[in-house]
């Protein structure tokens, strides 16, 4: 959370500090940004659907909440990309919305093309030129890769962003430094309530030998005193009958 608290983007309410899109982005992308090159563009790119394999070059910076041109966009001030990552080949724009759902504040091609534009204004204002990637993290209501002002757009969510981060956890069981870094990051996310969720499909089958099946049947006959027949399920092909209690 240090990036939102030097930008003075921590809202405290009721002496607690109150879980935003800021926040969001200080606890996840500010701690990435500590990982290896490879590391955190792995983890981005398993976080959306049809991001390709890129040479990004070295990451030259991580820039939280710029304050970019406004020229030609929709704003007067400047515009606010909340993470903007300089590479050696790319600049790279990150927005972020608190949710997954696209619902009170969803992402937005008006404000793709703004923040694009800033970008370029910046390129333009310091004599170079790149291209610019960016990628739309929440409130999306679809996963399909777009393309703005010429720009690719690749969207992820926070779900999938976690999950990259748990499979990049799992992958790295040997650089302890990494490790600790994505533990926080996980523990963070637990925190605002994204979690990961391992379905019951995903889950290991397993038979159940005959031998289990006739020692459980001995020992529910030997509980049976009060109870009466209910119904018959299956299980390896054998009937075993479920039971309730009399009232």
């Not at 820039?63 to 050696?88: K, Q, S």
């Not at 703005?148 to 040997?174: F, G, H, M, T």
Request: aromatic fraction near 10%; include cysteine; charge should be negative.
């Amino acid at each position: 959370m240090l990036q939102a608290f030097f930008k003075g983007k921590l809202v405290i309410q009721d002496n607690r500090v109150k879980h935003n899109e800021d926040l969001k982005t200080s606890s996840s992308i500010g701690l990435l940004q500590y990982l290896p090159d490879d590391v955190f563009w792995n983890i981005m790119r398993n976080s959306c659907i049809g991001f390709p394999a890129i040479d990004f070059g070295k990451i030259t910076s991580f820039i939280f909440w710029a304050h970019n041109d406004p020229t030609g966009t929709r704003n007067t001030d400047y515009v606010e990309p909340d993470v903007w990552i300089e590479t050696e080949n790319f600049d790279v724009i990150i927005e972020v919305k608190k949710m997954d759902e696209n619902g009170t504040y969803p992402q937005s091609m008006e404000q793709w093309q703004d923040q694009i534009q800033s970008v370029k204004n910046e390129q333009n204002n310091n004599d170079y030129e790149k291209p610019i990637i960016l990628i739309a993290l929440g409130g999306n209501d679809n996963m399909l890769p777009e393309k703005v002002l010429d720009c690719p757009v690749y969207k992820a969510s926070w779900y999938n962003l976690l999950n990259a981060v748990v499979s990049e956890r799992d992958a790295q069981k040997i650089n302890s430094n990494i490790c600790r870094i994505l533990d926080d990051v996980i523990e963070l996310f637990a925190r605002q309530g994204v979690m990961t969720v391992t379905w019951l499909n995903s889950l290991p089958k397993y038979e159940v030998n005959e031998t289990a099946l006739n020692a459980w049947e001995i020992t529910r006959a030997k509980s049976l005193v009060g109870f009466e027949n209910l119904n018959i399920v299956f299980v390896n092909d054998k009937n075993i009958q479920q039971w309730q209690p009399i009232n």
